[in-house]
């Protein structure tokens, strides 16, 4: 090999370089990134497909979570410590991890491989989706923070558009394939499950989890769509006071509830 | 017999900075060939498949026996060993390449040194130097015996890291090789000495964290090392040693 002549002080000019050997920062920044996804953002996750899953009660009962999410303790202060800024820090540090990987699946296609490519398609799936559905939901259109018993009227409203209803649906299987993979690569990069049958066995069990949250999640989405609840005639008002009473049909029998 | 003809196509490339082109050979089919031996023939008579003269192809072999590591190379688009891929289990014609994440020196020669130098950055070797008899050593039980020879079987032959969608110039990842050395000689009752210090080598940047779990590698190993094991035995190890670390400080 062209290495034999000089084993002293081999350089290697061309290729991959060397290990760094207790070098530099990207342990911390990966490991970081692999822990937000299990805590806060899969936390997060559960909680969030669980408070959909109240609008299968109607308006009033969504309203109800939303309201009561609002009323935790330094809310704002939570929301952007356990949600936003995790969620950010994982998005982007994941779409950097996904640029240095080389995939390939064309060659080498073995199911580990295609779970690898897979988690990355799910990411950056979930990484735009996540990023219109913050800035359509929380930061645009009527304020839920200020108007929680909106929450309906305003979700609905955004699926009422079959496309946007399509992407709902995507996302919502990506996301829930990212996250119930997610836990498996941690407990096996971790260490958690070094053994093969072991890993093996607990794929199975994040394959069950994965679809159960997936269906929890369409269900959610079900409510929404699926007719039992009147549409809306228009979406909510981006600026409405306290005492302002919500237009459209639905959104007012939402506040009688309320009221009643 | 004779008339039976195999047919190979092999990427051919003078130096690094030559371009590369394929050339075509049809062989004499005899029995039991794998792929050196049909490369040997080539080079008894270096013609390609439409005649004209070439040269004899250039590639690394040694043991022929699947044991020493040097013939790793992809065939039919795989990276394996050529030694131990026999003619007939391959779809004709089949297709010979060189590693692509390494440096190529010559054809089917490619420089696989960034190995040997990982596993020097793990210090991935027994400290004792001979300089004078220390007596006998630790004893080493069966059970930890069997424990570490599956990882002593490695042949540093790099399918592992060339099959590695994480193994690439942006990361610079150490692969799977060196992280199963470390967990070998980590596990050696001397070598031991070094665990922190190769623990510490391997959080660093390359290091274990690149790894996506794409598993290739256990797929890839032509030794069948429990890679992927060695992977999630150290990423605890080394979590746990930075977090020791960081406390002590």
């Known amino acids: ?260 | 017999m004779a008339d039976k003809k195999l047919q190979l196509e092999i990427k051919r490339q003078a130096s690094p900075d030559d371009p590369a082109e394929w050339e075509r050979f049809e062989l004499d089919w005899r029995p039991g060939m794998n792929l050196v031996s049909a490369m040997m023939d080539i080079a008894a008579n270096p013609v390609t498949a439409d005649g004209r003269p070439t040269t004899p192809v250039t590639y690394d072999s040694n043991c022929l026996e699947e044991i020493c590591g040097s013939c790793a190379m992809r065939i039919n688009g795989k990276a394996r060993m050529a030694c131990s891929a026999l003619i007939d289990n391959l779809e004709q014609p089949i297709r010979v390449e060189p590693l692509s994440k390494f440096p190529l020196v010559r054809d089917l020669q490619v420089d696989r040194s960034v190995l040997f130098e990982n596993l020097k950055a793990v210090k991935a070797w027994v400290p004792v130097d001979g300089t004078y008899d220390l007596g006998e050593g630790p004893r080493v039980y069966p059970q930890q015996q069997e424990a570490n020879y599956p990882l002593s079987n490695c042949i540093s032959c790099t399918c592992c890291m060339e099959v590695c969608p994480q193994f690439n110039e942006s990361t610079g990842f150490v692969g799977a090789a060196t992280i199963a050395q470390v967990k070998l000689f980590n596990n050696h009752p001397t070598g031991k000495v070094f665990k922190e210090e190769r623990l510490r080598a391997l959080a660093g940047d390359g290091g274990i964290q690149e790894c996506g779990f794409a598993q290739n590698c256990v797929e890839a190993c032509p030794k069948q090392l429990p890679l992927t094991e060695a992977i999630s035995d150290l990423g605890r190890e080394v979590a746990v040693q930075k977090v020791k670390d960081f406390l002590r400080k």
Request: proline share 6%; glycine share 8%.
């Open chain 1, 1 to 260: 090999m062209a290495t034999a002549q000089n084993t002293t002080a081999h350089v290697v000019r061309r290729g991959v370089q060397p290990l760094r050997a207790a070098e530099g920062t990207t342990f911390l920044w990966r490991k970081l990134h692999s822990l937000l996804g299990i805590i806060p953002l899969g936390a997060f996750l559960l909680e969030h497909l669980l408070s959909n899953f109240e609008a299968l009660k109607g308006p009033a009962a969504y309203g109800a979570q939303v309201h009561f999410l609002n009323s935790l303790p330094l809310v704002r202060v939570l929301e952007w410590v356990f949600i936003f800024i995790p969620l950010a820090y994982h998005g982007l540090y994941g779409v950097y991890i996904w640029l240095r990987g080389k995939s390939n699946i064309v060659y080498y296609p073995w199911a580990g491989n295609w779970m690898y490519t897979a988690q990355r398609y799910t990411g950056v799936i979930a990484f735009f989706y996540i990023a219109q559905h913050v800035i359509r939901q929380r930061f645009m259109g009527v304020s839920l923070p200020e108007h929680p018993y909106m929450a309906f009227a305003k979700v609905q409203h955004e699926l009422a558009n079959p496309w946007m209803l399509a992407v709902y649906i995507i996302a919502m299987i990506a996301i829930c394939w990212h996250f119930a993979y997610g836990i498996w690569l941690f407990a096996a990069k971790w260490g958690i499950l070094p053994g093969k049958q072991a890993r093996k066995r607990f794929g199975y069990v994040c394959a069950a989890l994965g679809v159960a949250l997936a269906v929890l999640g369409l269900a959610g989405i079900w409510a929404f769509v699926g007719g039992r609840y009147p549409q809306a005639a228009e979406n909510p008002p981006a600026a409405v006071s306290q005492t302002a009473v919500p237009a459209g049909p639905a959104a007012l029998a939402t506040v009688r509830t309320m009221l009643s």
